[in-house]
């Protein structure tokens, strides 16, 4: 479980980073990438390691799971939980037909938090956060300046000593993740599964598989499971649980 040797060995590097949040492809910081734009444009390496699977514990047997391919640009967000025969899907992000917002931000804060417990050496906010928040987004109830400085704090916890050229922000991650006034609804059953849905004029289209109620979900959206998962991270942390 946890970050793989490979993945982890790239988490200081500058490379990576424009390639995981799409600065390569003019995402948000693409204007900062400077020299390393050449770079990667004459990257043509197909044989580094660009698939691997990462397995975050939060506890009680549940764990988020992240599938990274770098060379595809392909990124898919999973959980599993006791018992469970397969892993369910939350989200993807690629570029093509991309659904990534499969959290609020105080849903990923909790889940990174569990992971720092479960595993010390995953510090919050560091890698875990880094690597999750592109499936988070924040909306008009949430602290969006507490959730920027975090962001900004876990990609500043992987910078190299020295290194002053381009790195990711947090104010990168906000650019994709700010619905604020895009006329997102979220909504709550009596069981507290959370769904959302957009009305009316936006300029951000809200790509979300997060966007059915529970009765009709079906296998679009693993309601029951995110709640579980969700409610033994907050254990977790309230409790101090390790392994």
Not at 21 to 30: Q, S
Not at 60 to 86: F, N
Not at 174 to 185: P, Y
Not at 212 to 231: D, G, N, Q, S
Request: net charge negative; glycine share 8%; proline share 7%.
């Amino acid at each position: 479980m946890g970050i793989p040797v490979p993945l982890r060995e790239s988490l200081r590097d500058p490379a990576f980073w424009a390639r995981y949040t799409f600065a390569a492809e003019d995402g948000p910081g693409a204007d900062r990438l400077g020299v390393l734009a050449e770079l990667l444009d004459d990257d043509d390496d197909d044989e580094r390691d660009s698939a691997l699977n990462v397995a975050f514990d939060v506890g009680d047997g549940h764990l988020i799971l992240l599938d990274v391919d770098t060379r595809l640009g392909s990124y898919e967000l999973g959980i599993t939980g006791p018992g469970d025969a397969e892993p369910a899907e939350l989200g993807w992000d690629d570029l093509a037909h991309w659904h990534p917002y499969a959290l609020r931000w105080s849903e990923l804060d909790v889940i990174c938090r569990a992971v720092a417990v479960r595993d010390p050496l995953l510090s919050h906010p560091g890698a875990p956060m880094a690597l999750l928040c592109r499936f988070a987004a924040v909306f008009e109830d949430d602290d969006v300046d507490a959730a920027v400085a975090s962001v900004e704090a876990a990609y500043d916890a992987l910078r190299p000593q020295g290194w002053d050229g381009y790195w990711p922000s947090g104010a990168d991650w906000l650019e994709r993740a700010d619905f604020r006034g895009q006329q997102v609804v979220w909504h709550r059953d009596e069981a507290g599964n959370l769904w959302a849905e957009q009305d009316g004029d936006h300029e951000a289209d809200f790509y979300s598989t997060r966007v059915t109620p529970p009765a009709e979900a079906e296998k679009r959206f693993p309601h029951t499971r995110l709640r579980k998962l969700l409610a033994a991270a907050a254990t977790t942390v309230a409790t101090g649980s390790r392994p």
